[in-house]
């Protein structure tokens, strides 16, 4: 079980109980860096998937960002570790950072207001994904 990445070098599908979500991965530095930044829109059933090399714990910030956005910290074992919902686009110098005190491996950006909507709770698995 767990994450299979098929398809596309770049994209992918994440799947919960109740709805999968095409996704982008960012993979290297350079595009964890990028991010979903100076994009005005992403749709419903879109989001982007942060693949890092090791677990550990990461801070994430909405620098630049334009849509609001829910964040979901995902362990090696892909499980749900952190929910952070509803954060805000930032466009200062100085943004607010989510910091989970929790280690994980993937982190998946999505619609604010989707974790809620689809139920997604702490603890919860990462079905396998489907093409």
């Known amino acids: 079980s767990g ?3 098929l398809g596309r070098e770049k994209q992918t599908k994440v799947c919960f109980q109740s709805q999968c979500f095409q996704v982008e991965l960012a993979k290297t530095e350079q595009e964890r860096a990028q991010g979903l930044m100076f994009r005005n829109n992403l749709e ?4 982007m998937l942060f693949v890092f090399d090791q677990e550990r714990e990461y801070s994430f910030w909405l620098k630049n960002t334009l849509i609001p956005l829910d964040i979901i910290w995902i362990n090696s ?8 919902q509803d954060n805000q686009p930032c466009q200062e110098n100085l943004c607010q950072t989510i910091s989970p005190k929790t280690a994980a491996k993937y982190v998946l950006e999505v619609n604010a207001g989707v ?11 990462v079905l396998k994904v489907i093409e």
């Open 44 to 47: 419903q059933d879109r989001g």
């Open 77 to 84: 074992r892909k499980e749900i570790v952190f929910i952070s």
């Open 3 to 5: 994450m299979i990445f």
């Open 115 to 125: 974790a809620k909507k689809i139920g997604l709770r702490i603890g919860q698995k």
